[in-house]
């Protein structure tokens, strides 16, 4: 139980154009999601909490206009990468909640590698 | 506020070794800590976690970490190493705050398992 996927895998897109990621939660529903980011051999930079129905919260330095969030219903995210640049290449991975007093947990993607050319 | 500390960025062990992956935390409240472990470019698979009752608690591949809450601690042991152990392992913490809970993650240790 408690599966993540993730959608694309990896893409490799121009400079100048968007890109969307989708996260799924597949068994179970997920009122909260997250959106990390990850550089090589560093730990996961949290970008910003997905809540199904209402905006997305962004952490501090990330651009809002930049990344766009959508929760649209309990079992899926949208990350849009707008008007990608080559510093935006990264690998970014989501993670839904299983929330709860004693199982408040998150379950992890498996990622999807943004190459911008 | 809270943070977790995994001092040293990498752990070398022989097969069929002991694994002792040392995490410290911070925190306020009451934590729920996490190990995951990321296979390289892939997710992050939990492989434990402790929220409430027993300390000592039993995870996926015979992984095993103990809270101790008079030592902020929370290390990850395996009794014997495998080579398909080797990845990069995670700490993290968590409060439950309800909506706004968040996880603080540790940078991060790679595990190389020798033959």
């Known amino acids: 139980g408690a599966v993540v996927s993730q959608h694309p895998s990896w893409v490799i897109c121009k400079s100048g154009t968007s890109v969307k990621i989708e996260c799924r939660s597949l068994?179970?529903?997920?009122?909260?999601m997250f959106w990390y980011r990850q550089f090589p051999k560093q730990s996961l930079m949290l970008m910003a909490t997905?809540?199904?129905?209402?905006?997305?919260?962004?952490e501090q330095g990330v651009e809002k206009d930049k990344f766009l969030i959508n929760h649209a219903s309990l079992t899926l995210s949208t990350l849009t990468v707008t008007s990608a640049h080559p510093e935006d290449s990264s690998f970014y991975i989501c993670?839904?909640?299983?929330?709860?007093?004693?199982?408040?947990?998150?379950?992890f993607g498996p990622g999807t590698r943004l190459t911008v050319l | 506020a809270q943070s977790v500390t995994q001092l040293g960025s990498h752990v070398s062990v022989s097969e069929g070794a002991l694994v002792l992956l040392r995490c410290n935390y911070s925190?306020?409240?009451?934590?729920?800590l996490f190990w995951y472990v990321q296979y390289p470019n892939q997710g992050l698979q939990l492989l434990l976690k402790?929220?409430?009752?027993?300390?000592l608690v039993k995870g996926i591949n015979g992984f095993e970490a103990e809270f101790k809450k008079s030592e902020t601690s929370f290390h990850l042991t395996k009794p014997s190493a495998h080579m398909s152990d080797a990845a990069e392992y995670f700490c993290?913490?968590?409060?439950?705050?309800?909506?706004?809970?968040?996880?603080?993650f540790g940078k991060g240790i790679t595990l190389s398992v020798r033959p």
């Open positions: 993670s839904a909640r299983l929330a709860g007093v004693s199982t408040d947990t998150q379950y």
């Open positions: 068994d179970f529903q997920a009122t909260t």
């Open positions: 997905s809540n199904e129905g209402s905006k997305a919260t962004y």
């Open positions: 925190s306020s409240v009451p934590p729920y």
């Open positions: 402790y929220t409430t009752g027993a300390t």
């Open positions: 993290a913490v968590s409060t439950y705050t309800g909506a706004n809970s968040k996880l603080t």
